[in-house]
């Protein structure tokens, strides 16, 4: 019966730790309204239907999808925009480009591209994504908006535009516990 009764403290003992452990991390980790990370408003249009602009080599406001958002003290804000292009050479180059616009200022910071050189296919489909988050915008209204220029023929369909107003994170003083 020591035996048995050793095993059962053990098994005792690991479970007691088990728990320690689960109320531990469901304490430090869980979200609550105070987080520093916390996201607390999101913003999201689409568009369906197909969009090209009139020509090639100049930038294009994207119609039909644009937020208004409203950004508080201590907030930063994330952007994503996805899309489908469909890209269809008409040289050598066949690009697709893409830039978030706020407040009618264009981001070339918060841009991408995509698209093929060389390309022997009568059209490629890409899937578009551009991610941005500014640290620094004040606080307020704001709008934004995405711009396309395109170096070839082609489309754009499925566009999702997302905004995130979350509470910034201070990287340097967070700690990381590894189990």
Request: charged share 15%; net charge negative; proline share 2%.
């Amino acid at each position: 019966m020591g035996k048995g009764s050793g095993i059962g403290i053990l098994a005792l003992i690991v479970a007691v730790g088990a728990i320690g452990l689960g109320v531990f991390t469901f304490i430090t980790f869980s979200p609550d309204s105070d987080s520093s990370s916390a996201v607390k408003r999101t913003y999201t249009d689409f568009r369906e239907a197909d969009f090209t602009s009139t020509a090639e080599d100049a930038w294009y406001t994207i119609t039909g999808i644009s937020i208004n958002f409203d950004v508080k003290e201590g907030e930063s804000v994330y952007f994503l925009f996805t899309c489908t292009a469909d890209v269809v050479p008409v040289s050598s180059v066949a690009y697709m480009h893409f830039r978030l616009v706020i407040d009618s200022v264009p981001y070339d910071n918060a841009s991408t591209t995509v698209g093929a050189t060389s390309s022997s296919a009568n059209s490629l489909i890409y899937s578009v994504a551009l991610q941005y988050a500014d640290y620094s915008l004040s606080t307020g209204s704001h709008t934004v908006t995405v711009q396309t220029l395109r170096e070839c023929d082609g489309e754009i369909y499925n566009c999702l535009l997302l905004v995130n107003c979350m509470i910034s994170t201070d990287f340097e003083s967070s700690v990381i516990i590894v189990i």
